[in-house]
């Protein structure tokens, strides 16, 4: 049966072809969510599983271990220096110290002012205009996010001494020799000289990115706007009320927050198609005209493309942001052809602003496209095409049956971050259009070539509305990663080389 229908299928044409793969896709939507719950299910069990081992280490090594063992599940570090290793044990110790100093003095106060982010707000003396400054929401979230992580990071490093204390035992009924300072020293610098290079740079993805993250995502679920702006007042937890305006079809004010949403992630899904396949294709052919056989002056031909890469990015785009100004250079240009006649509001109007800001990012994205191509089509093995020419393929078959199977196949990935890439693409919308047009009937002075990204920003620093900028980075975040996860699983370059060939 299965052969059967591998047979009918080679009979069908493309356009069936492509029927029958987008049918299936949808029918295998439910068998993909399937899967996606067993290995749910399969990474919970496990995650629970580790948990209990974990706790099953902890009470076996309490029970079982000598009596350094034990007074280091209190006093971290003091198995290792009472067994000789007085580096890892001071170290293990320091690391303790400076986190029950950090609790009294200063991340306790904040951990435990977390839950209401504040009571006593500033006040202002009408008189004399005197400010007398109370709690600060924003610091307290910050500095309680803060110890929170440092109290995560305390909960690792204790395992490692109670890991430590445990090996240390073993090594010692063993009568082997343990590590001395010495060695440790040796070791970094060695053997765990990885450690020692990735330790800083790992430290700063946590300090600036993980718990930047992580303070959004609470940002979402407070009211912190204008209105609630630190230090002279306070904001507070409001749960998913945030969340909520995603929903709400309808508001009393005029706007609405989710008719807004859905009508720039429209566009931006569609810009980010655009912007992705377009650059794609036109400069695949740009590379192939100057690759061909024939062609002169290739070099002059590739530094001209490359001369837009060369200048500054933000400096070409707000130049070319001038020339489509109403009175900027094109129009002057058509103004002189038409007699005065015509002039364009590239920018006024909703359809042409989006239209040219597609136009323009082919002209800054296709110089890149072509360097990348070049290399790639110059990697296509040439008897392919030799055999194609003397099985008397047209130009159209070459490419579509060898060059585009070959670039997909190569620059899959390129594609998925590309596109994702383009959908968080700042630079080209803001300063272009900044938005623009800006419409009435969009929430937060969003625009009709606003991007998720950008009227996020506009929410942010002009109109002040920290919570509702949380809550499009995390769906962002959320559109981003499911498109993701679809496209890579569908994309050539997650087969293997066997089946390409």
């Known amino acids: 049966?299965?052969?059967?229908?591998?047979?009918?299928?080679?009979?069908?044409?493309?356009?069936?072809?492509?029927?029958h793969g987008f049918v299936n896709f949808f029918k295998g939507i439910p068998g993909w969510f399937k899967n996606l719950g067993k290995k749910i299910w399969a990474g919970l069990k496990k995650g629970f599983w580790c948990v209990v081992n974990w706790f099953k280490f902890i009470g076996v090594t309490f029970v079982k271990g000598d009596w350094k063992t034990k007074v280091s599940y209190f006093v971290m570090g003091f198995g290792s220096v009472a067994r000789g290793q007085w580096l890892r044990g001071i170290l293990f110790f320091i690391f303790e110290l400076v986190f029950i100093l950090y609790m009294i003095f200063f991340g306790g106060h904040y951990l435990g002012r977390l839950y209401i982010l504040g009571e006593t707000g500033s006040t202002i003396d009408g008189e004399t205009g005197t400010i007398t400054y109370g709690e600060n929401s924003f610091n307290i979230m910050l500095y309680g996010v803060l110890t929170i992580f440092f109290i995560v990071a305390l909960i690792y490093t204790w395992y490692l001494n109670v890991k430590q204390n445990a090996i240390g035992e073993e090594y010692v009924k063993a009568k082997k020799k343990l590590a001395s300072a010495k060695d440790?020293?040796?070791?970094?610098?060695?053997?765990?000289?990885?450690?020692?290079?990735?330790?800083?740079?790992?430290?700063?993805?946590?300090?600036?990115?993980?718990?930047?993250?992580?303070?959004?995502?609470?940002?979402?679920?407070?009211?912190?706007?204008?209105?609630?702006?630190?230090?002279?007042?306070?904001?507070?937890?409001?749960?998913?009320?945030?969340?909520?305006?995603?929903?709400?079809?309808?508001?009393?004010d005029g706007a609405s927050f989710s008719m807004t949403f859905g009508q720039i992630l429209l566009w931006t899904l569609v810009w980010a198609f655009f912007a992705t396949f377009t650059n794609y294709f036109l400069g695949?052919?740009?590379?192939?005209?100057?690759?061909?056989?024939?062609?002169?002056l290739k070099k002059l031909w590739r530094t001209i493309l490359v001369f837009s890469i060369a200048i500054p990015q933000f400096i070409s785009i707000l130049f070319v942001s001038n020339m489509f100004q109403t009175d900027g250079i094109i129009n002057g240009i058509l103004g002189l052809i038409s007699g005065g006649k015509i002039v364009i509001d590239f920018w006024g109007n909703a359809w042409i602003a989006r239209i040219t800001v597609i136009v323009i990012n082919i002209w800054i994205g296709v110089p890149y496209l072509m360097l990348v191509v070049t290399g790639i089509l110059m990697n296509i093995p040439a008897d392919l095409y030799e055999s194609a020419n003397i099985d008397g393929a047209s130009a159209w078959q070459q490419y579509s049956k060898i060059t585009l199977p070959y670039m997909l196949f190569i620059t899959g990935p390129y594609l998925l971050t590309s596109f994702t890439g383009n959908m968080n693409n700042f630079n080209v919308i803001y300063l272009l259009t900044?938005?623009?047009?800006?419409?009435?009937?969009?929430?937060?002075?969003?625009?009709?070539?606003?991007?998720?990204?950008?009227?996020?920003?506009?929410?942010?620093?002009n109109d002040t509305n920290y919570k509702l900028a949380a809550v499009i980075g995390i769906m962002v975040f959320i559109v981003v990663a499911v498109l993701s996860l679809v496209i890579y699983n569908i994309i050539p370059s997650t087969r293997n080389e066997e089946e390409f060939q």
């Open 284 to 296: 695949m052919l740009v590379a192939m005209l100057i690759n061909k056989k024939g062609i002169k």
């Open 184 to 252: 440790d020293v040796r070791a970094l610098v060695d053997k765990d000289f990885y450690k020692t290079l990735l330790g800083l740079p790992l430290l700063g993805i946590l300090v600036f990115t993980v718990l930047p993250i992580f303070f959004m995502i609470l940002v979402a679920f407070t009211n912190y706007d204008k209105s609630h702006f630190p230090p002279l007042n306070l904001f507070g937890w409001v749960g998913f009320d945030n969340f909520a305006l995603l929903f709400q079809w309808t508001n009393s």
């Open 1 to 19: 049966m299965a052969q059967k229908n591998e047979l009918e299928y080679l009979k069908l044409n493309k356009i069936q072809k492509f029927g």
């Open 434 to 461: 900044g938005g623009g047009p800006k419409v009435q009937d969009y929430y937060g002075n969003a625009g009709k070539t606003d991007l998720l990204i950008t009227w996020l920003f506009s929410l942010a620093v």
